[in-house]
């Protein structure tokens, strides 16, 4: 459960930490579109700097992203290996019986690789310099024109900021389960399959009752305090955008604006 980076902020000094939520939110889904155009390699050479760029101003360690890419390497492998067996456009560069490796297949199995590994990446990025209540008000500001049209703005962004706020939590009431489960002889690594599912359904149990039972005292609490999602309400922390903010949307828009033209021209 250490190796879980999704939903973890990480308390560090950096340029990329004091940057709007709005800008990082944002940009996120710029990038996010932008990494699906087929801009070959030179692009994604560029788009792959642009993000190493911004991992170290972020100070993000070598340690951290190898944590985030951890828990997706069996997607990874399975999206490649089946890209790799199935794409059957070009010339055949490797055969062993019956299967056939063509050259696109394995270029498309390089793209799918990268995309995958700039994804975790960013979103890595965005988790790590940005506190839980900071996404909740970047959310909120983002969709405030959808209000219009009656769509619950705040109640949206309250379900993500909580859905955010127990990831952590629920991870270490995990780790807490199973190191009392391992104190009484459950082994999770050892054992037929039958005996590590029942090690699973002994651990994922205790777990559902915990976070319905959190989940219950919040609402409690919240109904405590007369929580009303429709009543007007102010905010103590207020959102500025700064000059580090345009300058740091301007780079992300040039930067993406040549992938994407890249994707068309070649």
């Known amino acids: 459960m250490d190796n879980m980076m999704f939903g973890k902020y990480i308390p560090v000094n950096s ?8 800008l990082k939110i944002g940009a996120l889904i710029l990038l996010l579109v932008t990494v699906f155009f087929d801009a070959g390699f030179i692009g994604y050479a560029i788009l792959s700097i642009f993000v190493l760029i911004m991992s ?18 069996f997607m990874m492998a399975f999206l490649m290996i089946f890209n790799l067996l199935f794409i059957q456009n070009g010339t055949i ?14 270029i498309q199995t390089i793209y799918i690789f990268i995309r995958l590994l700039l994804i975790i990446i960013m979103t890595s990025i965005l988790t790590a310099t940005t506190k839980p209540l900071d996404l909740t008000l970047g959310i909120e500001y983002l969709l ?20 955010l706020r127990f990831i952590p939590t629920l991870l270490e009431e995990t780790q807490r389960i199973m190191k009392a489960q391992a104190s009484r002889g459950v082994d999770y690594s050892e054992g037929t399959m039958k005996e590590k599912i029942m090690s699973i359904v002994s651990l ?22 007369n929580y009303n999602p429709e009543a007007p309400r102010t905010r103590y922390k207020q959102l500025h955008w700064q000059i580090a903010d345009t300058i740091s949307l301007t780079a992300t828009v040039l930067v993406s604006a040549c992938v994407i033209m890249m994707s068309f021209v070649l």
């Open 15 to 22: 340029f990329v930490h004091k940057l709007d939520p709005r």
């Open 144 to 163: 405030a024109p959808f209000k219009k049209i009656g769509f619950p703005t705040h109640e949206v962004a309250m379900i993500i900021s909580i859905a």
């Open 204 to 225: 994922i149990i205790p777990l559902f009752i915990s976070a319905f039972q959190r989940a219950e005292d919040l609402a409690n609490a919240m109904e405590s305090r």
């Open 56 to 73: 170290i101003l972020a100070k993000m360690k070598v340690s951290q992203i190898l944590k985030a890419m951890k828990p997706m390497l």
């Open 93 to 106: 560069i490797f055969t062993l019986g019956f299967i056939h490796i063509y050259d696109k297949a394995v």
